[in-house]
């Protein structure tokens, strides 16, 4: 029987890492108790394994069986773990799976240019290949397809498909569990169902999903990826594209160039690696990650940490106990936040700490590293410079700054790699 199968990152499943292309055995088969654990249909991964921090697998399940009352999920005493399968492929694959199972009576096709088909009845599908074309399926556990030029598919019913493969085209699932797949040229993808998907690989293409446990993906040039869903994901690999997510414990992901990526959801995080990329978290215990050249990387969320890895590259965290790391070139690492952490080590870059008890550090030749929060600290390598700021209170008991210090780690004056404070006008070790 051949299902799909979640994993954690690191391909772990209730605390066992599996392996891809081997084989597993168990001696006894029931859900949700014991036995190794899948879904026939893609998308009832979701349920289990949260796009955000999940991989999904082919699997071939053998040996005793035995299926669950209340979704797809099947458990069997043998099983083969098969090919990784993205986002992309689990709506393809979704299609697939519901338009097999949809009943042949309740089929309305249309194969004619400028056509169109429409099925409302439960379990049926609707099919156009015609150029021009619209196919529409309303009924529950439907589907829809549009393969024609300029096309157009929608379903809407629960359990439900959408498919456009045409230029120009367009696809749309509203349904529960529902799927969302348009891989035209100029297309668009749409999802707004819960434990849903959208996918839209085509250039100049934009993909959404809105729903519960949801998740998007663009891999177009000049693409778009938006998730707006509890728990879902966002990615664009697509030349100057863009990716969002906003859902709680969502997380964002755009690899081309020129492109951006911003989580706002709590326990987020975000990841641009393209040229001339950006990255920004605004989430609760997130984290944003840069490694493009030119980049950007911004955290404000409580926890969270920043890193830029690319040339003339800048990361900057606000966040409470948050980290913000920048290694590229002429680059620029901030930190605002209380406890806090701020690194440079990239040539000719700078770390700025301005949070209370603070630290910044300077990991390059002619680098700064500039303590300038309340009880902050510094350090830096030989031949780096590092800034420090005493602080006094004032008649009303509001700390200013009483005096700032700049010095070069020399290794005899000032050491290196050994933090300082300025206390009393005097450059201090400090651990």
Known sequence: MKAYKGFKNDMTCRGFRYEEGKEYHEERAECCDTGFHACEYPLDCFR??????????????????????EDSKVASTEIKIGAKIGIPGLVQAAIEYTSKRCEKKAENR????????????????????????????????????NTGNCGASSNTGDCGASSNTGDWGASSNTGYRGASSNTGDCGASSNTGDCGASSNTGDWGASSNTGYRGASSNTGDWGASSNTGYRGASSNTGDWGASSNTGYRGASSNTGNCGASSNTGDCGASSNTGDWGASSNTGYRGASSNTGDCGASSNTGDCGASSNTGDWGASSNTGYRGASSNTGDWGASSNTGYRGASSNTGNCGASFSTGEESTSYAGCV?????????????????????????????????????GIQLHQVDGEKIKEETYYQLIDGVMTEVD
Do not use: M, W
Not at 48 to 69: C, L, R
């Open 48 to 69: 289990y394994y949260e796009p955000a921090d999940s991989v999904y697998h082919e699997v071939e399940q053998t040996g005793d069986i035995d299926k669950s009352d």
């Open 110 to 145: 249309n194969t004619g240019d400028c056509g169109a088909s429409s099925n409302t009845g439960d379990c049926g599908a609707s099919s156009n290949t015609g150029d021009c074309g619209a196919s529409s399926n309303t009924g529950d556990c439907g589907a829809s397809s």
């Open 366 to 402: 002619n680098s700064v590293a500039a303590a300038l929060g309340l009880n902050a600290k510094a350090k830096g390598v030989k031949g780096a410079y590092i800034i420090c700021a005493e602080f006094e209170t004032d008649n009303d008991g509001n700390y200013r700054i009483k």
